[in-house]
Nanobody
């Protein structure tokens, strides 16, 4: 079993930055693909960014491209999401997720919620205008 705990959320003004972290315990995630998803009030959860186990494949939702950067530190068993130039429409609960299938490499796989075996509880990000 893998437990995921997100941190780093908060309230920020439009144009500001936040760095989210996801710390894993119970098992090393070095062989897991990892992803970030978000859910805004009244909306379905959506894909934000993903990184393969090797870090060789990184994908972003169009809304995140050029502003967000996903990274992983396998030595620390953590996943990060650097978010810059934040907009009010980025307001959401952000979730990290882990996919234990080492074959998960493609964007079609990594952007699908059903690919992920483990989820964190989420961290709130609020961007004020």
């Amino acid at each position: 079993q893998v437990q995921l705990v997100e941190s780093g959320g908060g309230l920020v003004q439009a144009g500001g930055s936040l760095r989210l972290s996801c710390t894993a315990s119970g098992r090393t995630i070095s062989s897991y693909a990892m992803g970030w998803f978000r859910q805004a009030p009244g909306k379905e959860r959506e894909f934000v960014a993903a990184i393969s186990w090797s870090g060789g494949n990184i994908y972003y939702a169009d809304s995140a491209k050029g502003r967000f950067t996903i990274s992983r530190d396998n030595a620390k068993n953590t996943l990060n999401l650097q978010m810059n130039s934040l907009k009010p429409e980025d307001t959401a609960v952000y979730y990290c997720a882990a996919d234990s299938n080492p074959l998960s490499q493609t964007i079609a796989t990594l952007r699908a919620e059903r690919s992920y075996d483990y989820w964190g509880q989420g961290t709130q990000v609020t961007v004020s205008s």
